[in-house]
């Protein structure tokens, strides 16, 4: 079955790093678009990056510049690696998996990793 397991979160000082990790697997991984989606405590979900299968990445305005998506197809794993934390980056972030490139409708999600910057 299809399983997405994110790693790496935790809680880190303002304008640290953390990289996180989504090993995925029961399906052909390296053919899927993934993206990493972020909820904050009573906020919506906000989508952070998207990644094509050829390793083309998408970001949002509000993370461009700062953070990097990229996947390693031979491992089944798309990583996040995110510099210059802020305490709004603070969220819950999910990798998610999509059928088409660059929708918003995800068919499976990892169960999250927790990332907390501290001021």
């Known amino acids: 079955q299809v399983q997405l397991v994110e790693s790496g979160g935790g809680l880190v000082q303002a304008g640290g790093s953390l990289r996180l990790s989504c090993a995925a697997s029961?399906?052909?991984?390296?053919?899927?678009?993934m993206s990493w989606v972020r909820q904050a405590p009573g906020k919506q979900r906000e989508l952070v990056a998207g990644i094509t299968s050829g390793g083309s990445a998408y970001y949002a305005d509000s993370v461009k510049g700062r953070f990097t998506a990229s996947r390693d197809n031979a491992k089944n794993t798309v990583y996040l690696q995110m510099n210059s934390l802020k305490p709004e980056d603070t969220a819950v972030y999910y990798c998610?998996?999509?059928?088409?490139?660059?929708?918003?409708?995800?068919?499976?999600w990892g169960q999250g990793t927790q990332v907390t910057v501290s001021s």
């Open positions: 029961g399906f052909a991984f390296s053919t899927y678009y």
């Open positions: 998610a998996r999509a059928q088409v490139a660059h929708d918003t409708r995800y068919d499976y």
